[in-house]
């Protein structure tokens, strides 16, 4: 079973930047997914950002322009660079990979926009 660990979240002031990381361990199938999802309180998860192994992304569109997918695929990591954070940002942010069948989420990393 892949297991994801992010890092990078924490407390910005808006127009700020923060970059996000997720890295898949115990890897035994091809990565052909790649996402970050996101969950405010009281609100669904939703989807933010995702890259497709061919290198295809697909963006929310509260976010395009602001935010950035990229993909090692040497270090089965995925990068989220959000730019221009504004106080609608904050939620908890879930690193999602499918790998073959299985499908696995991260633990969760808050990010925080607040003056």
């Known amino acids: 079973q892949v297991q994801l660990v992010e890092s990078g979240g924490g407390l910005v002031q808006p127009e700020g930047s923060l970059r996000l990381s997720c890295v898949a361990s115990?890897?035994?199938?091809?990565?052909?997914?790649m996402g970050w999802y996101r969950q405010a309180p009281g609100k669904q998860r939703e989807l933010v950002a995702e890259?497709?192994?061919?290198?295809?992304?697909n963006y929310r569109d509260s976010v395009k322009g602001r935010f950035t997918i990229s993909r090692d695929n040497a270090k089965n990591t995925v990068h989220l660079q959000m730019n221009n954070l504004k106080p609608e940002d904050t939620a908890v942010y879930y690193c999602?990979?499918?790998?073959?069948?299985?499908?696995?989420w991260g633990q969760g990393t808050q990010v925080t926009v607040s003056s």
């Open positions: 999602k990979v499918e790998s073959g069948p299985y499908v696995s």
């Open positions: 115990r890897v035994t199938l091809p990565i052909y997914y």
């Open positions: 890259i497709f192994s061919g290198g295809s992304t």
